[in-house]
């Protein structure tokens, strides 16, 4: 895809000066800064726990490029900590942005700018440029207020769709279009196929997708799988002509124990647009991956050297979900 149509053509990713814990303005502190409380505007945002392990310079990586994170719930991560950052190497969100999460762990190579946090491991070292750490009322999201699927993952309609092999031993062949308004069962594409998916909802139960597969999307693809969408290395999705990262993403995860199995895994080389929603399930970012739009799930970790850049959806999206989730646009103040 090409970055321009997501306004990120002149982001100069630069490296950050250490500031202290406030901003300063004439000698005087800067206004403290306002909890966001709206999940549209979380880059990556998770219920239990979240895990952004950095990158470094060699691959220009690390960075959360635009919009907030956050973990919405206390004492409900597997590793301790509601958010792990910096873990692996250096990671760096954007000016004007809010890491939010009730327990944190930075280390020495994060760089933060507004951080609100009840506790902080004890030997934090991660930099704050703006306002933090700031106390607050946990959750972030009120449980009745946050979206929900708009199906129940293990249907009857996907257990006894179709199932499809793009590539391989009896596969389609290489483009193929998938049909909206057919249930499929099990979706399997083979190393290095192509697979168009124009506007529609696309209901699969598992999606498995081999080494170099290239997925193109519409803004009005909405793909509701039940159990897994399970990539393997070099994805490309959504990289086509036209198309600025709106498709939607409505992951399940049917049978899926969070505190042990990964739902989806990028795994490496990727290059994802999209709207990425799986709130029963454990979402891993993978490594060396450039993954653009939303990504919201239950639990989110990942290997090293990934960039995030938040992708808003235009205010003329209807509703997506239940319990109030509005998509509006939201302008995105960049790296400097």
């Not at 300063?24 to 403290?32: E, L, V």
């Not at 506007?199 to 997925?215: E, M, P, Q, Y």
Request: aromatic fraction near 10%; charge should be neutral; hydrophobic fraction near 35%.
């Amino acid at each position: 895809m090409n970055a321009l149509r997501f306004g990120f053509a002149s982001v100069l990713l630069a490296g950050f000066a250490a500031t202290a814990s406030a901003q300063f303005t004439n000698g005087t502190p800067a206004p403290r800064a306002s909890i966001s409380r709206d999940i549209n505007t979380y880059v990556l945002f998770a219920y239990d726990e979240l895990t952004f392990k950095g990158g470094n310079a060699a691959t220009n990586s690390g960075y959360i490029v635009g919009g907030n994170i956050g973990v919405n719930y206390p004492g409900t991560s597997p590793s301790g900590y509601s958010l792990n950052f910096a873990t692996s190497g250096r990671a760096i969100m954007s000016d004007g942005y809010q890491a939010v999460a009730d327990s944190v762990r930075g280390d020495a190579a994060g760089s933060f700018f507004d951080l609100f946090a009840n506790s902080e491991n004890p030997s934090f070292a991660s930099t704050i440029r703006g306002s933090g750490p700031m106390s607050f009322s946990t959750p972030i999201v009120a449980t009745p207020s946050l979206p929900t699927l708009p199906f129940t993952p293990g249907r009857a309609l996907t257990d006894n769709g179709s199932d499809l092999t793009v590539l391989g031993s009896g596969g389609q062949p290489s483009p193929y279009t998938l049909s909206p308004g057919v249930a499929y069962r099990d979706i399997r594409l083979n190393d290095h196929a192509v697979l168009n998916l124009g506007a529609g909802t696309f209901n699969i139960r598992n999606l498995s997708i081999g080494k170099d597969v290239t997925i193109n999307l519409s803004d009005s693809s909405i793909l509701q799988i039940d159990r897994r969408l399970d990539p393997n290395d070099d994805l490309k999705l959504g990289l086509n002509s036209g198309y600025n990262g709106l498709a939607q993403l409505l992951i399940g995860g049917f049978g899926d124990n969070p505190n042990t199995e990964r739902t989806t895994n990028f795994s490496h080389g990727a290059v994802v647009h999209a709207q990425y929603f799986a709130p029963n399930s454990w979402l891993d970012l993978g490594g060396g991956n450039n993954l653009y739009g939303r990504y919201w799930a239950k639990r989110i970790t990942g290997d090293p050297n990934n960039n995030v850049y938040f992708v808003p959806e235009p205010a003329t999206m209807a509703l997506l979900m239940l319990g109030g989730l509005a998509l509006r646009r939201r302008s995105t103040q960049l790296c400097r």
